[in-house]
């Protein structure tokens, strides 16, 4: 040490140069080492979030698709953030005495015919081997079997009588009735089973083409696909009334998936266009419409609800947004979105057992869905007070919680994403508590569109327009049907009879899945 200072010059000014000098090291030293603890900190942040995108990537392959969380995880939570699902003390559960239900198997449906096969003893075995006297039939003992005879085709031939008189000036014919497809071979049957087959069933037209050939029937692909574009355009007033029902009532859930239209004006083959989904109508009479577009633009949705006004759920997509704003819709979001979120950063975080906020928020959100299934079955005020009483209170926790957990997060890790969206969708997310008809997610609309998802699978993609307008007309009236509990086949059957005989608004009206029930149709 006293070397060292034996080496400083005894000049101030050069003492003072060299404490400068050394204070810029200093500087330049600090600037330096806080440059490479940022860098640290975003190669932290960049590797956090790789690891829970290969977490979460691992958890969508190999585990199970359940939101839930295994009860045995909430036993690893810290003790301050303890989650108890309990209710307020003023709540009453009703729980329904157990019953339990009888086994064996369920008997067969009383509306399938029965063929009667009788086993009697012969002669000799009805001779008792005691006093040799013939045995007395006392009764009988009856079990059934379910046979199924591979489908019945036939040929209907339509023979029309001449008339004419001897004067050799007039001739007439009988009429024939409209038929769905004019000069066609397909009757309203066998329209009805090849569109069940494919939009019900998503059995693809090629696999149905081979199907016939099975049973010495050839009917080319190239013309069960004109079939089905001339069945979706026969029913356009049926969807347009359907149209006008839906639009009537003030509720109406919506979403979108992908559909490839191979030959479509000014697009590529492989670009993706888009089917519209919209659940609405009242409970007692619901709709489901599938509508086809090329994009995905926030004119589509103000196209679909001219003249719409009330309440729109949706997903967090904000090309609903500009429709909310013209028709001054109240919006409604999707908490079953925010759930998946929180439901995501929890497999993002791999085996790591430790209590994150993810695992915090998805237990808030489920309490609020617990308050759902005990209020499932109450009418529409009965709901709304119990979520005024129940659930509003766990909605002023979570909004407490998300103001104090947000800034605490970093907003590129998957529970930082989880709480952006349920931070940026607040307003949406909580606007279900306004009317105890709406519901706390937008399931409804996405199980709608299942079955269009499924065929896709199936089908993969539409060759034209006209081919997917005519799908989308065909999926929106089986799966209207089937909300109003009617049996597909029998339902089109019914209409591609009945339809082309209709001459008036009044007796199309009659034919809606709305306005009919099955007696009615097995009547006709």
């Known amino acids: ?35 490479l603890s940022s860098q640290n900190q975003q190669y932290k942040t960049q590797i956090l979030t790789l690891q829970e995108q290969l977490n979460l990537a691992l958890a969508r392959r190999y585990a199970a698709s359940s939101e839930k969380i295994a009860p045995n995880q909430y036993r690893l939570f810290d003790e301050a953030e303890t989650d108890v699902e309990v209710l307020p003390e003023s709540a009453e559960v009703t729980v329904p005495a157990h019953t339990r239900k ?93 569109t069940v087959s494919k939009y019900q069933d998503a059995l693809p037209l090629y696999r149905q083409e081979t199907i016939l050939q099975r049973i010495g029937v050839e009917i080319p692909r190239a013309t069960l696909s004109n079939w089905m574009i001339r069945s979706g355009a026969l029913i356009q007033p049926l969807i347009n009334l359907l149209r006008d029902q839906m639009l009537d009532y003030d509720i109406i859930q919506m979403d979108e998936t992908p559909v490839q239209v ?78 998946r979120r929180f439901s995501d950063a929890v497999k993002a975080q791999g085996r790591n057992k430790k209590r994150g906020k993810a695992h915090r928020g998805l237990s808030l959100i489920r309490r609020l869905y617990r308050v759902e299934t005990l209020a499932r079955k109450l009418t529409a005020e009965e709901r709304y007070s119990m979520r005024q009483q129940q659930a509003v209170p766990i909605i002023k926790e979570i909004r407490s919680w998300l103001e104090n957990t947000l800034p605490q997060i970093p907003p590129s890790s998957a529970t930082g994403k989880a709480l952006s969206y349920l931070h940026s969708e607040w307003q949406q997310l909580t606007a279900y508590l306004k009317d105890g008809r709406l519901e706390i997610d937008n399931n409804g609309a996405e199980n709608a569109i299942r079955p269009f998802v499924l065929g896709r699978k199936n089908w993969l993609f539409s060759t034209s327009v006209k081919g997917v307008k005519s799908s989308a007309n065909l999926y929106s009236l089986i799966e209207t049907a089937k909300a109003n509990g009617l049996e597909p086949y029998a339902y089109l059957r019914y209409v591609f009879t009945e339809l082309p005989k209709a001459e008036t608004v009044e007796a199309i009206e009659a034919l809606l899945p709305t306005n009919i029930n099955m007696d009615q149709i097995r009547g006709g």
């Open 262 to 339: 191979l030959k479509e004006p000014d697009k590529r083959a492989q670009s993706k266009s888009y089917i519209w989904l919209q659940h609405g109508g009242p409970p007692a009479k619901p709709v489901i419409l599938y509508d086809y577009d090329p994009g995905r633009s926030a004119q589509v949705p103000k196209r679909l609800l001219e003249g719409f006004s009330g309440y729109l759920q949706t997903d967090g997509y904000a090309g609903y947004n500009a429709v909310v704003a013209v028709n001054g819709l109240v919006h409604v979001g999707c908490m079953a979105h925010a759930r």
């Open 1 to 35: 040490m006293k070397k060292v200072l034996n080496q400083l010059p005894n000049d101030i000014e050069l003492l003072k140069s060299l404490v400068f000098e050394q204070a810029l090291k200093l500087t330049e030293t600090a600037n330096h080492n806080e440059q």
């Open 102 to 194: 009888k086994g064996g198997r369920k008997k067969l449906p009383k509306t399938l015919p029965r063929v009667d096969v009788i086993y009697e003893l012969s002669a000799a075995a009805r001779i008792c081997p005691h006093d040799g006297a013939t045995l007395a039939e006392i009764g009988e003992v009856t079990s059934e079997q379910l046979d199924i005879i591979p489908a019945k085709i036939q040929v209907i031939r339509h023979i029309r009588k001449q008339y004419a008189c001897k004067c050799g000036q007039c001739i007439r014919i009988a009429a024939l009735p409209n038929q769905p497809i004019p000069k066609s071979m397909a009757s309203p049957g066998l329209l009805a089973h090849i």
